[in-house]
């Protein structure tokens, strides 16, 4: 029976080299998803990175995220429902692979959302998240079960200074 070792591609590792990368290259970005709901409520599972910047800089986040070997592996598509853009990135190594989203959205009110990042520093470096308000916003809008559940982790916190770290 062959051994299984660890993933070589670990989400935490690959998390903070593409944020850390598109901070130094000084474009914005926020973290949304299961990883901003880990940042500030919770650990939650996730299987991928989701990244939200602006319509005019995604381009430059692309241009980073596949300076770290990721690769664009599907068409942009627009989501009907909200009218968010998703570009989405792959990385592999062997028979391991990671996704990573790029998403955006032409409005004042997901500009707004970029602008009013968080700043955060966490022990891997600075993360950029989503403010809450806006995540609970964001997972209430999509309405899924675990979007619900996390909604109800994150109403939960009694103040913004309870926020996770990792």
Not at 56 to 67: C, G, L
Request: charged fraction near 25%.
């Amino acid at each position: 029976m062959p051994e299984h070792g660890p993933s070589p591609l670990s989400l935490y590792d690959e998390f903070f080299a593409a944020v850390t990368a598109l901070e130094a290259a000084g474009v914005p970005y926020c973290v949304i998803g299961g990883l901003a709901v880990s940042l500030w409520a919770r650990p939650r599972a996730t299987e991928d990175i989701d990244l939200l910047t602006l319509p005019e800089t995604v381009d430059d986040a692309a241009e980073v995220i596949e300076s770290l070997g990721y690769f664009e592996s599907a068409q942009p598509w627009t989501f009907s429902a909200s009218g968010i853009t998703l570009r989405r990135f792959m990385k592999t190594a062997g028979e391991d692979y990671l996704i990573l989203d790029l998403m955006f959205r032409d409005s004042a009110d997901y500009r707004a959302i970029v602008a009013n990042a968080e700043q955060r520093r966490q022990p891997a470096g600075v993360v950029r998240v989503i403010s809450r308000g806006d995540l609970i916003a964001m997972k209430r809008a999509a309405g899924r079960p675990q979007d619900l559940a996390d909604v109800a982790a994150l109403e939960a916190l009694q103040d913004d200074s309870e926020e996770a770290t990792w």
